[in-house]
């Protein structure tokens, strides 16, 4: 049960901390990077407010382990505002009343970047499969899906090419 | 629901793997997407002495294919699969199944090898290698089994793999030419596990009459269930309604479902039936489209 060593890059700075090999990716960002907005509300896979990027895909931070981030790359929800800009996205959410307490919205968000990324110009039936497993007990979800529409309409103004991805 | 305490190991090759496996025997856990096992350490279900990660094990992941067979290491991610345009054209049933499972999410981590392993009683992927007939390629001290769903799976959560072994691989057929496959099931989200699902796969000769025909069902047992009474009825016959409907009537009488939380024995048994029905028809209509080789 010996701690071991890593180094890790969370949004795009190197930390390097002794943990135990229990310590789970979510408990090593929110309590020893001190990075809270990673959200935890089941531990065991089934919410989505714990969405983090792993190497640029949306994983669930309480089903890793710490030491699994050794050498690997992080984003987390502290990633997308710029200073006090905040985020195409995060203006998409506030402008739609996407959230309301705002426990579940760091793995929307998450969730998010990663899903738009891959599809610019989604469907509604696209965007509600991809957040199918984000689950929010304030907003009915409505709005969520509108801010993402939002988002993608804001985003594609922003990238060169908004090609309809294969996939 | 934090873990319990335990040793952590991430060998780089199955040789190695296999010897500290081997060392620990029953007081190992193996951590493949960690998807199933992370909740499971969470919950304190199981509090092994020592984890052995294998996601550094290169030699785990990859999709080939070699003669007639699509062989996937264990290691390959759900998405993977999922995306790969080898298993679309090969073994587009295997396509199929993929996207019902969990979310993109759990899929980015989740492996073939974790979920076959694993062992759900409600998961898709141990319905399709059942009806496929694939083999699960194991590796332990004594050297290599390959094995038979039927010898794989023994229950609920429960599989014939020992401690001390790996799963490494699953083979699966090459679909031949004019085959149509669906997979479809009832859950009550999208992402949930199934509360039933069909794998199904048709095969038509030129005139169009069927020459092979195979039904597996999860969610109705312990085990998947291979409804070879079912996919009978079509081989020898045009896939006509009729046919259909009979073959859905015997996957129905071919289940023993329990009742539970999410739905009565009743309603699965019911709903077996229908889903047989509606796969086989998705299946036929696929193949008559001349199999799925030349979808998206
Ligand atoms: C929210 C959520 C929804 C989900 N929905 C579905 C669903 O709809 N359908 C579905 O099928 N699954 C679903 N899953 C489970 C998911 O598919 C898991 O990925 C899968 O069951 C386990 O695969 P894994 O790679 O994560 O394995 P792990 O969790 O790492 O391991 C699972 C078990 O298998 C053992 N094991 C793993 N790999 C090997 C190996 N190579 N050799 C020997 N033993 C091994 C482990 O020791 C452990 O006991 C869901 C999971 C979550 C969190
Ligand atoms: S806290 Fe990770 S999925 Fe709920
Ligand atoms: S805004 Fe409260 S849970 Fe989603």
């Known amino acids: 049960m010996s701690e071991r060593t890593i180094r890790v890059t969370v949004n795009g700075r190197v930390h390097e901390a002794a943990v135990e090999p229990r310590r789970t990716l979510a408990d090593f960002l929110r309590d020893d990077l001190g990075l809270t907005g990673t959200h935890l509300g089941c531990e065991h896979g089934v919410c989505g407010a714990c969405t983090i990027v792993l190497d640029g895909d949306a994983v669930r931070s309480c089903l890793l382990l710490a030491v699994q981030a050794h050498g690997r790359e992080i984003l987390t929800v502290e990633s997308l505002a710029d200073g006090d800009r905040l985020h195409p996205l995060q203006e998409a959410f506030r402008e739609h009343h996407g959230l309301q307490c705002g426990f579940c919205t760091p793995g929307f968000l998450m969730t998010l970047t990663c899903f738009l990324r891959d599809h610019p110009d989604p469907t509604e039936a696209e965007i509600r499969e991809a957040l199918a497993g984000n689950l929010c007990r304030c907003t009915g979800y409505k709005n969520i899906v509108a801010a993402a529409r939002a988002a993608a309409a804001t985003l594609a103004t922003l990238t060169p090419t908004p090609t309809r991805s294969p996939a | ?296």
């Open chain 2, 1 to 296: 629901m934090k873990p319990p305490p335990f040793d952590y190991e991430a060998p780089t090759s199955v040789e190695e793997a296999l010897a500290l496996l081997g060392r620990h025997g029953e007081q190992a856990k193996v951590l493949a997407g960690g998807q199933s096992l992370m909740p499971m350490l969470s919950f304190r279900l199981v509090r092994p002495r020592i984890v052995v990660d294998v996601n550094d094990i290169p030699a785990l992941a990859g999709i080939r294919e070699v003669d007639g067979t699509l062989a996937i290491g264990a290691m390959t991610r759900q998405r993977a699969v999922e995306q790969s345009a080898l298993v679309r054209r090969r073994c587009p049933l295997l396509a199929d199944a993929m996207p019902q499972i969990g979310h993109f999410q759990i899929r980015n981590r989740g492996t073939i090898g974790g979920s076959l392993a694993h062992a759900d009683p409600a998961a898709e992927l141990p319905a399709v290698v059942a009806a496929l007939g694939g083999r699960l390629v194991v590796r332990g001290p004594g050297g290599e089994r390959q094995l038979a769903p039927e010898e794989f799976f023994v229950s609920y959560l429960t599989t014939t793999l020992e401690p001390g072994e790996l799963l490494v691989e699953v083979r699966l057929p090459v679909a031949p030419p004019s085959t149509g496959t669906a997979f479809v099931e009832v859950s009550r989200r999208h992402g949930d596990f199934a509360l039933v699902g069909v794998a199904a796969s048709v095969t038509l000769d030129e005139a169009g009459a069927c020459v092979g025909a195979a039904v597996a069902l999860t969610g109705v047992g312990p085990t998947p269930v291979v409804a070879a009474e079912a996919a009978a009825v079509l081989v020898g016959g045009r896939p006509d309604a009729r046919a259909l409907e009979e073959a859905g009537r015997r996957a129905a009488a071919a289940v023993r479902p329990d009742s539970d939380l999410h739905a009565s024995a009743e309603y699965r048994t019911h709903v077996a039936g229908v889903l047989t029905r509606r796969a086989l028809a998705r299946a036929v209509e696929r193949a008559q489209g001349g199999g799925e080789a030349v979808t998206p």
